[in-house]
């Protein structure tokens, strides 16, 4: 009997309409929608006592006793210098990558001619400005900077703050390899919160006071929060929603490969665990036509899984609710359920890959092809990995320039271009019983009857 491979479900034979699929794909067991009467009270604890209130919640939840929640831009410069050269080149070369990725999603300004003498023009505008978020839990995320840091750089942000808990074993400082990941993209502003206290800061602002005891402002409030986080910081986003725009409520990590019989085994495996290792709550779910290639995938995590440094994690993730071996009739009813999975990030790996690639609907990130994996996603290729988890890239997509822009609609009418409507615009006001919006066009002419 396997130790480690996750359980199976057998959809062979079975129909696969939407409604059977959501209810028999795993999920992990996370309600944010419980979690929000944890966090409400912090969030309006936050605003009512400002920094006060993230110093209490910070040594609470962190044990650490802040003395300011800025960091020091000498810290982020001693974290640069002493960062490990290769792990410098990396975060540069990730940079450069994203930064041309994203700077390909700048949208074009259109102006169309609706009529003659009648123009309708899109402008896109950046948010003022933006609070990123950047877990510092169980692993230490850079790359989490950058994903957030460059679309938004990209987009023409102004004003950008970073935010990452405070870590007992850095002095009360977030993780150096972040502060290093900050200095690296020139963010000026760096905060030592986490939680959803943070979440808070960024949607209210915080005020607390100089040394001679006045008020002062500490944190000015943001346009929009981005940047993934546990169930409280998903939460606490929920909360805020509306006063704040939000990327999304991110939760556990997910991972589903599409394979068939010529897919590797053990590339398999490899990949199911590098998202494993994020969470317990981390899911891994296989979907393939071939129980042979099912049981060498559970042979070679037998292999694997008690080699990795986080095998126990692993484990866990892997044997959880949220992680299964699917079993399909063929590749066509494979498509069909990884569609209504709708993974965070899916790979596929099956014969003629890209061509099965440009049939799904519903993804967050699709990696085609036995050399595209999630973890080049989650570092080098370009591509974001803040991405819709949950099932919730059904209706929406990963981080991109697009999170930080807005577009204006500019309507430029000539007199004899809104002359022209007129008679319709009337014609639909009074449909409406709006017969003001009417008038408003007819007063513009010389003898109207306004």
């Not at 129909?15 to 419980?34: F, H």
């Not at 290769?86 to 994203?98: G, Y």
């Not at 690296?184 to 800061?201: D, F, I, N, P, S």
Request: contains cysteine.
């Amino acid at each position: 009997m396997t130790t480690f491979a996750p359980r199976r479900i057998d959809l062979r034979g079975r129909r696969l309409d939407a409604r059977v699929l959501r209810g028999v794909l795993p999920r992990a067991d996370v309600d944010v929608s419980a979690t929000l009467t944890t966090v409400a009270p912090i969030c309006e604890d936050v605003r009512a006592r400002g920094v006060d209130a993230l110093r209490e919640y910070t040594a609470r939840f962190d044990g650490v006793d802040l003395d300011d929640v800025r960091v020091p831009r000498e810290a982020r410069r001693r974290a640069l210098a002493d960062l490990d050269q290769q792990v410098r080149a990396a975060l540069e070369e990730s940079i450069a990558r994203a930064r041309r990725v994203h700077t390909a999603q700048l949208p074009t300004e259109l102006q169309t001619e609706a009529a003659a003498g009648g123009r309708v023009g899109q402008r896109w505008v950046p948010v003022g400005r933006v609070g990123l978020y950047v877990p510092g839990g169980r692993a230490v995320y850079p790359s989490s900077v950058i994903m957030n840091v460059v679309p938004a750089q990209i987009a023409g942000v102004a004003s950008i703050a970073v935010t990452s808990p405070a870590q007992k074993d850095f002095g009360g400082l977030p993780h150096p390899t972040i502060l290093a990941a900050c200095e690296l993209l020139g963010v000026e502003e760096v905060l030592a919160v986490g939680g959803a206290q943070a979440v808070a800061m960024f949607a209210y602002g915080v005020l607390g006071r100089d040394a001679d005891g006045a008020e002062e402002t500490v944190v000015d409030p943001v346009d929009v929060i981005t940047g993934p986080g546990n169930v409280f910081v998903a939460a606490a986003k929920r909360y805020v929603q509306g006063t704040v725009g939000i990327d999304s409520e991110a939760g556990p990590t997910e991972i589903a490969v599409l394979a068939d019989d010529g897919a590797d085994p053990d590339h398999v495996a490899a990949d199911l665990i590098s998202q494993a290792e994020h969470d317990p709550l981390a899911a891994a779910v296989l979907v393939t036509d071939s129980s042979a290639l099912a049981d060498a995938v559970d042979a070679r995590l037998e292999v694997r899984v008690p080699a990795a440094k986080h095998a126990d994690r692993i484990a866990e993730a892997l044997r959880g609710r949220q992680s299964a071996v699917v079993l399909v009739d063929d590749v066509e009813a494979g498509v069909q359920v990884v569609d209504a999975y709708a993974a965070e990030h899916l790979e596929i790996q099956t014969r003629d890959a890209a061509a099965v690639a440009a049939r799904i609907r519903n993804a967050g990130a699709v990696f085609v092809g036995a050399h595209s994996p999630v973890s080049l996603g989650d570092y080098c290729a370009g591509s974001n990995h803040v991405l819709p988890t949950g099932g919730t890239a059904a209706h929406s997509g990963g981080l991109g320039v697009h999170a930080f822009l807005r577009g204006i609609q500019v309507i430029d009418y000539d007199e004899t271009a809104l002359r022209e409507v007129a008679d319709h615009v009337v014609a639909l006001a009074e449909s409406e019983d709006l017969p003001a919006h009417g008038q408003a066009v007819v007063a513009r002419f010389p003898g109207a009857d306004a």
